[in-house]
């Protein structure tokens, strides 16, 4: 299940299940978003990206989805794994010379 | 093909004194975008820089930090007179053009004062 703990939201998924992280994002006028991936120790991992004329975009066992209507960004691993543990950051960007602007993070935990 | 090379991988520092953390972009990248990172947080931006020009400094503050990324060698972040508060991770990440394209991030620097 999904719980808040002291920072870090968490969501503790059984492995072979699927995951459901969640994000919602800030500025009407960003058009291009992407997940990262950041395990302890290490810096933060492309995982996926997606553009604001669409709504979905598949990789190897993720998903991204994208809602603009309600500025809603989600993403989905099937069949989690125990190396899929880690903290998970949607960041969203504007067009032209502006910095990628990160969220605040989900951390996800596989139990085996 | 070398990723994003940052150094040092920890570096601690007495109160007052300098930090400087190096980022040698990815091959081929001409774009250098510095973040801070504390702990159960999410990254901050800083500064982002191309070759010999800041390109946006709005995330960083305006006394005791600084960014260059000359024309040879890598980008530096500086820190002067460091302070308790200045402890963090500091990740440097790189890109080939500034089009909405995604960003390929280092292992970064803990910087701990003590």
Same mark, same amino acid.
């Given at each position: 299940?999904?719980?808040?703990?002291?920072? !870090?939201?968490? !969501?503790?998924?059984?492995?072979?299940?699927?995951?459901?992280? *969640?994000?919602?994002?800030?500025?009407?006028?960003?058009? +291009? @978003?992407?997940? +990262?991936?950041?395990?302890?120790?290490?810096?933060?991992?492309?995982?996926?990206?997606?553009?604001? *004329? /669409?709504?979905?975009?598949?990789?190897?066992?993720?998903?991204?989805? !994208? *809602?603009?209507?309600?500025?809603? !960004?989600?993403?989905?691993?099937?069949?989690?794994?125990?190396?899929?543990?880690?903290?998970? @950051?949607?960041?969203?960007? /504007?067009?032209? *010379?502006?910095?990628?602007? @990160?969220?605040?993070?989900?951390?996800?935990?596989?139990?085996? | 093909?070398?990723?994003?090379?940052?150094?040092?991988?920890?570096?601690?520092?007495?109160?007052?004194?300098?930090?400087?953390?190096?980022?040698? #972009?990815?091959?081929?990248?001409?774009?250098?975008?510095?973040?801070?990172?504390?702990?159960?947080?999410?990254?901050?931006?800083?500064?982002?820089?191309?070759?010999?020009?800041?390109?946006?400094?709005?995330?960083? #503050? &305006?006394?005791?930090?600084?960014?260059?990324?000359? &024309?040879?060698?890598?980008?530096?972040?500086?820190?002067?007179?460091?302070?308790?508060?200045?402890?963090?991770?500091?990740?440097?990440?790189?890109?080939?053009?500034?089009?909405?394209?995604?960003?390929?991030?280092?292992?970064?620097?803990?910087?701990?004062?003590?």
């Amino acid at each position: 299940g999904e719980s808040v703990g002291l920072h !870090l939201p968490t !969501l503790s998924v059984q492995e072979g299940d699927n995951s459901i992280i *969640n994000c919602a994002y800030s500025n009407s006028a960003s058009d +291009y @978003f992407i997940w +990262y991936k950041q395990e302890s120790g290490k810096g933060p991992q492309f995982i996926i990206d997606i553009r604001s *004329n /669409m709504d979905k975009r598949q990789g190897q066992r993720v998903t991204v989805l !994208l *809602n603009k209507t309600v500025k809603h !960004l989600s993403l989905q691993i099937a069949a989690t794994q125990p190396g899929d543990s880690a903290v998970y @950051f949607c960041a969203e960007n /504007m067009r032209g *010379n502006t910095p990628l602007v @990160f969220g605040k993070g989900t951390r996800l935990s596989v139990i085996a | 093909n070398a990723g994003v090379m940052q150094n040092p991988r920890h570096l601690v520092r007495r109160r007052g004194q300098e930090a400087r953390l190096r980022c040698s #972009p990815m091959k081929g990248h001409s774009h250098v975008y510095w973040y801070r990172q504390l702990p159960e947080e999410g990254l901050k931006f800083m500064v982002y820089l191309q070759k010999e020009n800041i390109i946006d400094e709005s995330g960083m #503050p &305006k006394e005791r930090f600084s960014a260059e990324f000359p &024309k040879e060698g890598p980008s530096i972040l500086r820190i002067q007179q460091v302070v308790r508060g200045d402890s963090a991770a500091y990740f440097c990440a790189s890109s080939r053009g500034n089009g909405n394209e995604k960003l390929f991030f280092g292992s970064g620097t803990q910087l701990s004062v003590l």
